[in-house]
């Protein structure tokens, strides 16, 4: 989908492409203060891309902390 001239995704698509890309996280990223850095700025990027990160909730505790951290769901 292209909007403005730029591409995004779907909401959907994203969160699927993330939860298939968290195993490759988990195993290629091994220390966990890196980890949380890098997965919720990769959440925000998404985010930027059209995610929905509410959908990403439950996949995984470090998830979920990153999804707060970044105020996800909030109202």
Avoid at 50 to 73: S, Y
């Amino acid at each position: 989908m292209r909007l403005s001239g730029v591409m995004v995704m779907s909401w959907r698509a994203g969160a699927r492409l993330f939860r298939e890309m968290w195993p490759l996280i988990q195993r290629h990223v091994p220390e966990d203060d890196f980890r949380a850095e890098f997965v919720r700025d990769l959440i925000d990027f998404f985010q930027g891309c059209d995610m929905d990160g509410t959908d990403l909730r439950q996949v995984h505790p470090e998830i979920d902390k990153a999804l707060d951290e970044l105020r996800v769901g909030e109202g």
